[in-house]
């Protein structure tokens, strides 16, 4: 079974810091057919739908503060945000799809909160 | 913008169905795969599976045997239905366009309760 986790379970940032949250897969994620990481993060907010903040690892969606940074390829990703803000806290998950059989699966998430 | 709205019963009997449609405004929507995401109470969240345009579908291998879903181009909806519920199937319910090898947008979610 694949298994994929995220790092920490919840974090405490001071406002205006980095926050930093880890996504790791047991089989990787990077297809050779267009050199591309399947793998997403989320914002979810309490009450709310989760929101895409990020695609293909990397790809920040349209209207996504440019605070919001990911990295990493094959089994090991990150999700960076550069400088805290108030309106950052919430619940992310990181989201990956294997294509054998087709799936998707969601990471267990990570509680990011204001120190 | 592409708008998605889940519709259904808030409550369900033990062993019967749950029955979800999911309708999209404002937006293409032949041509598009779109999926059902599961989220119980204070927990994480759970791919159901998708439906694409000719109605092919992936399932969740651990719902596959009680899972349905099915898509009408001409009505913009898609359809969701769970068979057997049990109280572990308690949980709110999102519909989702796939985009990029992930969900946007999504729909509210729908909170669905199996309990006699």
């Known amino acids: 079974d694949i298994v994929m986790t995220q790092s920490p379970e919840s974090l405490a940032v001071s406002l205006g810091e980095r926050a930093t949250i880890t996504c790791k897969s047991s089989q990787s994620v990077l297809y050779s057919s267009n050199n591309k990481n399947f793998l997403g993060w989320y914002q979810q907010k309490p009450g709310q739908p989760p929101k895409l903040l990020i695609s293909?690892?990397?790809t920040r969606e349209s209207g996504v503060p440019d605070r919001f940074s990911g990295s990493g390829s094959g089994t090991d990703f990150t999700l960076t945000i550069s400088t805290l803000q108030a309106e950052d806290v919430a619940i992310y998950y990181c989201?990956?799809?294997?294509?054998?059989?087709?799936?998707?699966?969601f990471g267990p998430g990570t509680k990011l909160e204001i120190k | 913008q592409v708008q998605l709205q889940e519709s259904g019963p808030g409550l369900v009997k033990p062993s019967e169905t749950l029955s979800l449609t999911c309708a999209v405004s404002?937006?293409?929507?032949?041509?598009?795969?779109w999926s059902w995401v599961r989220q119980p109470p204070g927990k994480g969240l759970e791919w159901i599976g998708e439906v694409g345009p000719d109605g092919t579908t992936n399932l969740n291998m651990s719902l596959k045997s009680r899972v349905t879903i099915s898509v009408d181009n001409s009505k913009t909806q898609f359809y969701l239905s769970l068979s057997s519920v049990t109280a572990a199937d308690t949980a709110v319910y999102f519909c989702?366009?796939?985009?990029?090898?992930?969900?946007?947008?999504w729909g509210q979610g729908t909170l669905v309760i199996v309990s006699s």
């Open positions: 989702a366009r796939n985009h990029n090898f992930a969900f946007d947008p």
């Open positions: 404002g937006g293409s929507f032949s041509g598009r795969w």
């Open positions: 989201q990956q799809y294997y294509t054998n059989p087709p799936m998707f699966i």
């Open positions: 293909w690892a990397s």
